[in-house]
């Protein structure tokens, strides 16, 4: 991994996270729901990078960078701390089952991110309602993730077009499909 | 330099995980001391960010009225010069009049319900949740400039009905938004400070599940549609058309719904709540002891617990997902004289 270039990506992708969220869509069950842009990057690092430390670093710093920016959830002051391990936990997870899948294929991109967005914010929404033991906020916030990471998915194939292109810049050395049978 | 281990990706991977445990388990403590400098550090591309998104939203929701045409406008001056004239011959002409229009102007000035009672501090808001979990917003102003938690938040509706020619005289007349220069038609609320950094500071709006506040509830008469209430009398309950002099205010208390709404506690069906009806912030209060408008009833529902009570959806007034420039409200309370009593 290049940290430094890697460090400036999480910068713009919470500015880009801001913005997509000020534009959120509705849906019925869900309420208000907007994609989740890092965890489609902490998707592409698991599926590009070779090292699974470097893919769970990765996940940890825009887990961290997300968490700073959530600021509440369904009536409770949230805690900073749940997301980076959750991210790292859903990168983990990713790496693990990335050779089943052919990486490349969009359908594949967006099935891996809803995996990896329904672990990743399951376990953030759990963990905060245990912090406070918030349940009555637990239901709408588990159903406002399951719009979320639809979402992502949705969206993530067309994001991971232009971090295709520009992988290179944060990456030194990609993954290459493993030999093993 | 030597360290008793190597320093491992494996290590460093672990050693983070478990700073991310200890930080869940401080909760607010770190959480804040971490999100105001990481505010800050965004804020410089946040808000020309923000400005855009604002810019954006406000083009996609509004559609402008077109410029008063000069006719109009001059029919409209005239309008005004008249009134004025009116005002002043009646104020002027009899010395009576003009002295207890004095003694009301001074009365008002001590308690009446304006913003004089309070010191507004513009603000701006730079910076908005990252996933629609919550309904808070971050503004460029900290303790450093006397923010402090708990202050109410404000923000000015123009009537965008009612666009003047620029360096019209109207504008000096009935006061124009800087920005905008549409006419000021009055002021909402926003929210509350949650918490305060030095430089930056986050507001819960209205619409986040935490924000619960106190409100009067004025129901709108309508001549066209009379509204029939049900009032306690000698004779027991008696139903009977609500008119102008025994419309009340029903205190209610609402609160936000985590979306783009606010809802109400339960309130006695008797009172007949429509859709159209009108909320307004209690005025006595300590922090905000003005009476500003909060929202307007979109739907009123039966409540699941007692049939003899119903609970009102809001819509807020002011525009939440377009917030730019806003003020927070600095309550100048005791600073003024003691109550000698009466209303």
Redesign the interface.
Known sequence: MRWIPFVILIYVALLVQVVVAALPVRFGFTGDIAPDIPAILAVFFALSVRDLHDAMLAAWSLGLAMDIMLCGMGGIVTAVGPMPIAYALGSGIIYRVREAFFRDRALARAILTLVFCLTAHFLWVTIQTLLVLAWSAWWSAVAKAIGISIYTAAVAPLVCVVLQRCGGWFIATPARRSRRR | MQFGFRLS??R??FA??V??????????W??DV??MP?ACA?AP??DF??A??SA??SAMADREAPVMSAAEAARLRREVDQWRSAAQARSWGEIHWWDKYRRIQNTLNAYGASLKRCELIPARVI??????????QTVAKGTVHGIEKGMRVVDVLTDRSKALPADDRMRAITGFSPASGKPIAGSVLVGWV?SAGSFTA?I?LVT???FAIDAWLQRKIDPGNPRKVTVMTSEGPTEKTLTRNDNRLVKVNLSGD???GLITDTIPKAHNIRAGDWLWTIGRSAKLPVRLRIGEVTTVVKSVKNPNFVIAKVAPAAKL?RLRDIFIVRSLVSQLPPSRGGN
């Open positions: 990706k494996k460093v991977l983070l995980l700073i991310a445990g200890a930080t869940s388990l401080l909760r607010s770190v959480s971490l999100r990481a965004l591309v946040s960010v923000k855009s998104t954006f939203k910076l908005g949740e990252a996933l629609p979990y919550g309904r808070s949650e986050r819960r986040d599940k935490r985590g979306e783009r997902g």
